[in-house]
């Protein structure tokens, strides 16, 4: 399982924040992967989100209570997400690369037709674009609506717009864009920050 954890610290927490979340110290046995992000679009540049991975549910509730314990932490928010694929994990790493996070908000009675277009889109959807689908997760249903998240790797800001179906208009579609387009009409709504990944503390 995955804990998606959002730590806001502005301006004047931002460091204490990003030194935590940063120092392996900070993370328990059983955590056997962690990465940490900072946004550049869609989120305050003062926040780190963390993205920590385990099987060990003891071990990702403290690593929850130190990182929302952080000072100068305010308002943070904290999802345990099951994967649905986890495709990519060791390619995560401090560098040049971008990384979206993306939630989508699919409705529940369609999650079935929302995974297989977005499973099956991958391999296609990798190879035009120079993208890594990273892996997909989910939360539980809640008033009929199933959230997704998904974190996706690009070697810059130009291949991420490139690799939107809504650049594919007029001309004859790839497979993937084909079921990126249907896939949207399953969704309530959808949500993406774009970020970098600032280090790879655990894994």
Request: glycine fraction near 8%.
């Amino acid at each position: 399982m995955m804990d998606y954890i959002v730590l806001p610290g502005g301006f004047s927490g931002f460091e204490g924040v990003r030194d935590a979340a940063l120092d392996p110290g900070t993370y328990p046995a059983g955590v056997s992967l962690a990465a940490a992000f900072r946004p550049h679009i869609g989120r305050s540049l003062n926040t780190v989100t963390v993205t920590a991975f385990g099987d060990d549910t003891a071990a990702l509730d403290r690593l929850r209570d130190r990182l929302l314990a952080t000072p100068g932490v305010s308002g943070a928010t904290a999802d345990r997400l099951t994967p649905v694929a986890e495709r990519n994990l060791p390619l995560i790493a401090a560098d040049a690369a971008l990384y979206t996070n993306r939630w989508f908000h699919c409705r529940s009675d369609l999650e079935a037709a929302f995974e297989d277009d977005s499973l099956m889109s991958w391999d296609t959807w990798e190879a035009d674009n120079g993208v890594h689908a990273v892996g997909l997760w989910k939360k539980p249903p809640e008033n009929g609506v199933t959230s997704y998240f998904l974190i996706a790797r690009y070697a810059s800001m130009g291949a991420w717009a490139n690799s939107r179906f809504t650049t594919r208009e007029g001309e004859a579609r790839p497979d993937w864009a084909i079921r990126f387009a249907r896939r949207r009409t399953y969704l309530v709504d959808t949500e993406v920050i774009t970020t970098n990944c600032i280090g790879r503390p655990v894994g």
